[in-house]
C-alpha cells in the first residue's frame, strides 16, 4: 500500500528542519564573507561574484524554499509537487544565466572542477527536483528521497562553492599583498 504524499513528506520534518536551518545560517554566513570581501583590496569584478558567489546564496535559498514546501501542511500531494516543480524551473533556468555568465572571460581561469561544482552539479540537482515533484504527484515511495537528495546536493553545492570563494579570495589577497 502506497503512503500518501503528505503523510510520507511529513515523515521527513525533522530532516527538513535540519537542512533548512543549516541553509539559513549559512546564507547569513555568506553575508558576512562578502562583507569580508568587500573590506578587502582584492581585485574583482561584478561578473565574478554573480558567477561564483551568488549562485551559492541561490542554492542555500533553494534549500530553504525546499524545506518549507516539504514541511508545508498540504492537503495533497499535488500542491507540493507544483511549488516544488516551479522552483525547479526558476533553479534551471537561474544555472542557464550562470553558464552564460562561466562562459564569458575574466581574468581568473577556470578549470574543470568550477565546471562541476558551479554548472553540472547544480543542474543535476534542479533537474532530480523537477522529476521528483511528478512522482510524488503519483505517491511514488522514492520521491521523499529524490527531493532530499536534491535539497542535500544543493547544500552541499553551496558549501563547497562558499569555501572554494572564500580560500580563492584569501590566497588572491595574500598573493596581491
Known sequence: METSAPSALALWENFYVIV???????????FVVITLIADSKQPRSLNDINTFATPAIVHFSAVL???????????????????????????????????????RPTRYRKVLEDWIWHVVLPFLAYIILLGAPMALRDDHRWAPYAIAAAALLLLFI????A??????????????S
Open 163 to 176: 569555501w572554494d570563494t572564500v580560500t580563492y579570495m584569501v590566497v588572491s589577497q595574500q598573493e596581491h
Open 158 to 161: 553551496g558549501i563547497h562553492n
Open 20 to 30: 533548512g536551518s543549516s541553509a539559513g545560517a549559512l546564507t547569513g554566513l555568506m
Open 65 to 103: 524554499l525546499i524545506s518549507a514546501v516539504v514541511s508545508a501542511p498540504w492537503p495533497d500531494g499535488q500542491m507540493a509537487a507544483y511549488a516544488l516543480g516551479l522552483g525547479a524551473i526558476a533553479g534551471i533556468v537561474y544555472m542557464i544565466i550562470v553558464l552564460r555568465r562561466m562562459l
